[in-house]
C-alpha cells in the first residue's frame, strides 16, 4: 500500500506503508519534513501533528482524549481533521491516504 | 528495590572491567568527546567501575533503551550518582522532604497520572505566549553590558535568564534568579555531581529550603489562583487526591527549576561557545538569520547540555550484543547519540545548515521526552536571534577555555569570556 504526503511547500511525497505502521513512522522514514515526532509516537511531543481530507479523517475516525489535548497545544493551530501522525494505525483501508504536513494556511 | 537515595552498590552481575571502562573519567569533560568516539569504535557498550553503570553510546542502542519502558526503569533518573550517608537521608526526610517520584524519575503508572497534567501548562502554546516577555528579559540583559569590552556571558546573561523565564511560569516575583541559581546548583551537584561532607550538608539544606519554598508558594495558589502552573494544577486537581496529591503539585513545581533552568543556560553558554568558536558558522548565521533555529538545534546535537541520562534494568537485557543483568545501571550517552558518526557525517563539525539535525536525542525520546523542549527552543533562538543584532563582532576572549560544570549528566561552560564587540586582534 502507498500513502502521500503533501507538505507545506507544496511537495508530495509518496511512500510505501506496511499495515500496522503508525503514519509518523513511515513520514519519519520517508524523510518528510515537517513530521519529526520526537517522542516515538507517545503523544508527548506534538511534532508530528498532520491534517486529512473530510473523506479520510472520516474513515480514520477521530482523536482520543490525550491526543486532542496534545493536538490542542501544538504549535500549529490544529483543524477540525487534524490528528498526531503517531496515532493513525494503518490497516490496508488506509491504502492511498493523502496526509497534509504542516504549517498550512 | 530502586530508592531515591543509593544507586552506588548495588549488585552489578560478572562486570567486566575493561581498558576503556577503566579509562572512563565520568566527570571531566577535557577529551569528552573524543572518549565517545573511541568507547563508539571500539567498546560502545562498556562498564564503569568508578560509577558502577553500563555506559552506552551508539545512537541506536540509545534509542533502544529509551524506547524500551518495560526493560528500562526511569526511577533511577533522580538517584544520587553517588550514594546519600543514611544520616543525610533521615535529615531531609525529618525537614519535610518527599523522595516520592515525580514526572521525570516515574514508570508507568505514576508518570500516565502526572504528565498530562503537567502537559496543559508545559506546551508549545503556552510557551508562545511568553515569547515578547522572554524578548524584553533578554534585551535587558543586553543594555546592562552596554558598551563593556569584556563580559562572561553566563554571568551577564545565560544564567539569570533562564531563571527569570521560570519565574514567569511559576508566577513569581519574590525570588531573584541568583537564589534560583542557588538551589538550582546544590540540587545538581548532590545528585549528579560527588558532593561531600560539608558541601553536602549545604546542599541539603538549600534542597529543603526550596521545597519549601514550593510548599509555600502551593499553599498560597490554593487561597490566591493566579495564572500560573501551580495554580493550573491545583485547578486540575479539584480537592481530588485520585487526581493529584498537593505533594504531587508541590513535586511538579519544584521539578521545573531543575528541568528547565541549568540546563538551557548550559545548552546556550555551548551554542554560543560552539558558533564563536567556528567564526565561518557565526558568520553564516549573521549573514542568514533565518538559519537560527537550525543552529539552535545543532547547538543542542553538537554539544548538548544533557550528555547522559540514566536508566535501571528491570529484566536481564542485552544491548548493542552485550548481556546486562537485571537491577543493573544503565548510563546513556545522549552525546554520543549526537554525534554517532552512523548518522552524522563529520559531527564535531558545526554545521549551521545541517539537513538532518533533527534527528538528535537532546531531549530525549519516548514518553518521557522533554516537556520543555518547546521552551528551551524558544529561549536560544530568541538570545540568539538578539544576541546577532547586538553584537555582530563577538568573538571569543583571546586565551578563554571553559571550566566545565561538574556533573556526569550535565555539560555547560562555568564562564564564557566573550569581546562584545570583537577587536580581539587590536588587543
Keep these: 500500500m502507498k500513502i502521500a504526503f503533501l507538505t507545506a511547500d507544496g511537495n508530495r511525497i509518496e511512500a510505501q506503508a506496511q499495515p500496522g505502521a503508525s503514519v509518523m513512522e513511515i513520514a519519519t522514514g520517508a524523510g518528510v519534513p515537517g513530521i519529526i515526532g520526537e517522542c516515538s509516537g507517545s503523544m508527548a511531543c506534538g511534532t508530528c501533528h498532520c491534517k486529512l481530507t473530510d473523506d479520510r479523517y472520516a474513515l480514520v475516525g477521530p482523536p482520543g482524549d490525550d491526543e486532542a489535548a496534545m493536538l490542542e497545544f501544538s504549535d500549529t493551530e490544529p483543524t477540525a481533521t487534524s490528528r498526531l501522525s503517531c496515532q493513525i494505525a494503518l490497516t490496508p483501508a488506509h491504502d492511498g491516504l493523502i496526509v497534509h504536513v504542516p504549517p498550512w494556511a | ?427
Design chain 2, 1 to 427: 528495590m530502586t530508592t531515591l537515595t543509593s544507586t552506588w552498590t548495588e549488585a552489578q552481575g560478572g562486570c567486566p572491567a575493561s581498558a576503556l571502562g577503566q579509562a572512563y573519567r565520568p566527570l571531566e569533560h577535557d577529551g569528552f568527546y573524543d572518549f565517545i568516539a573511541k568507547a563508539q569504535a571500539e567498546e560502545p557498550v562498556f562498564f564503569s567501575e568508578a560509577i558502577r553503570y553500563w555506559v552506552v553510546t551508539r545512537r541506536e542502542d540509545v534509542l533502544a533503551v529509551l524506547a524500551d519502558h518495560d526493560s528500562f526503569s526511569a526511577a533511577i533518573t533522580l538517584a544520587p550518582v553517588r550514594p546519600f550517608p543514611p544520616d543525610f537521608v533521615a535529615a531531609l526526610r525529618d525537614g519535610g522532604f518527599s523522595f516520592e517520584p515525580t514526572l521525570v524519575n516515574s514508570d508507568a503508572d505514576i508518570h500516565s497520572r502526572l504528565r498530562p497534567k503537567a502537559q496543559r501548562f508545559l506546551n508549545a502554546k503556552r510557551y508562545a505566549t511568553y515569547a515578547e516577555s522572554i524578548r524584553a528579559i533578554v534585551r535587558d540583559h543586553i543594555a546592562a553590558i552596554g558598551t563593556a569590552k569584556r563580559v562572561d556571558v553566563v554571568a551577564a546573561l545565560t544564567y539569570e535568564v533562564p531563571a527569570k523565564v521560570l519565574a514567569l511560569l511559576l508566577g513569581v516575583e519574590d525570588i531573584s534568579p541568583k537564589q534560583i541559581k542557588v538551589w538550582a546548583d546544590h540540587r545538581l551537584g548532590m545528585t549528579f555531581g560527588a558532593l561531600e561532607g560539608e558541601e553536602l550538608a549545604e546542599a541539603g539544606r538549600q534542597l529543603l529550603d526550596y521545597w519549601k519554598y514550593c510548599q509555600r508558594l502551593v499553599a498560597d495558589r490554593q487561597d490566591n489562583p493566579r495564572d500560573d502552573y501551580a495554580s493550573m494544577l491545583l485547578d486540575l486537581r479539584g480537592g481530588d487526591d485520585a487526581v493529584l496529591t498537593i505533594t504531587d503539585v508541590v513535586g511538579l513545581v519544584f521539578g521545573v527549576m531543575v528541568a528547565g533552568h541549568e540546563t538551557t543556560t548550559n545548552a546556550t553558554g555551548n551554542l554560543i561557545h560552539a558558533l564563536l568558536s567556528e567564526r565561518d558558522q557565526w558568520e553564516r548565521l549573521k549573514a542568514d538569520p533565518t538559519l537560527i533555529p537550525n543552529a539552535v538545534e545543532e547547538g543542542l546535537r553538537h554539544s548538548s547540555s544533557v550528555v547522559n541520562w540514566r536508566r535501571r534494568t528491570t529484566r536481564a537485557v542485552t544491548i548493542g550484543g552485550v548481556d546486562i543483568p537485571e537491577g543493573a545501571n544503565v548510563l546513556i550517552s545522549l552525546a554520543g547519540a549526537n554525534n554517532d558518526p552512523e548518522v552524522f557525517d563529520n559531527s564535531r563539525a558545526f554545521d549551521v545548515g545541517r539537513a538532518n539535525v533533527r534527528d538528535h536525542v537532546a531531549f530525549g525520546k519516548g514518553r518521557h521526552f522533554c516537556l520543555g523542549a518547546p521552551l528551551a527552543r524558544l529561549e536560544m533562538t530568541i538570545i540568539m536571534e538578539e544576541i546577532l543584532a547586538a553584537f555582530p563582532d563577538m568573538e571569543l576572549a583571546p586565551g578563554f577555555h571553559p571550566d566545565w560544570v561538574p556533573t556526569v549528566t550535565f555539560r555547560g561552560p562555568l564562564t564564557l569570556d566573550v569581546l562584545p564587540f570583537g577587536g580581539s586582534e587590536a588587543a
